[in-house]
């Protein structure tokens, strides 16, 4: 998450990226990664235009899409990063057998959701150990 921004600013943030993509401008590095998660998601294009301020009910089964793309920019930055160490094989593993890293990414997301949960509800930071354990187990 990028510190310091509430999530409105985010997703403004998100939309401008789309938008400049959509309009073939120049973009920030992180505007393309941003807008790179858009294009993948077209079932979240509409919610990227016009969803800004509208709250998601997740505890009725709806997907939050700037929660969703976000831990796909997640994971992709543990990826790049090595972080923790033996993600990058972990994802390349799993790449291989799903034959579609974007497939691997959303299989990986639910253990990273599932860690940040845990970690917010003990109030601690995310034990990356028994992340990665659950990241072996896809």
């Not at 993948?40 to 505890?59: G, K, M, N, Q």
């Not at 057998?97 to 003990?122: F, K, N, S, V, Y």
């Amino acid at each position: 998450m990028i510190f310091g921004q509430d999530r409105n600013e985010l997703r403004r943030m998100y939309a401008g990226a789309w938008r400049k993509r959509r309009n073939e401008q120049p973009l920030s590095p992180l505007e393309a990664q941003i807008a790179l998660v858009i294009e993948e998601h077209p079932e979240y294009h509409e919610a990227v235009a016009s969803d800004l301020e509208r709250d998601f009910a997740v505890e009725g089964g709806e997907t939050n899409p700037f929660l969703h793309m976000g831990l796909h920019l997640g994971i992709r930055e543990q990826v790049g990063t090595d972080r923790p160490t033996g993600i990058a094989d972990i994802f390349r593993q799993l790449s291989a057998r799903t034959g579609d890293p974007h497939a691997a990414e959303h299989r990986m997301i639910d253990c990273l959701a599932e860690t940040l949960w845990e970690a917010q509800r003990q109030n601690s930071a995310p034990d990356e150990q028994h992340y990665l354990d659950s990241l072996r187990k896809l």
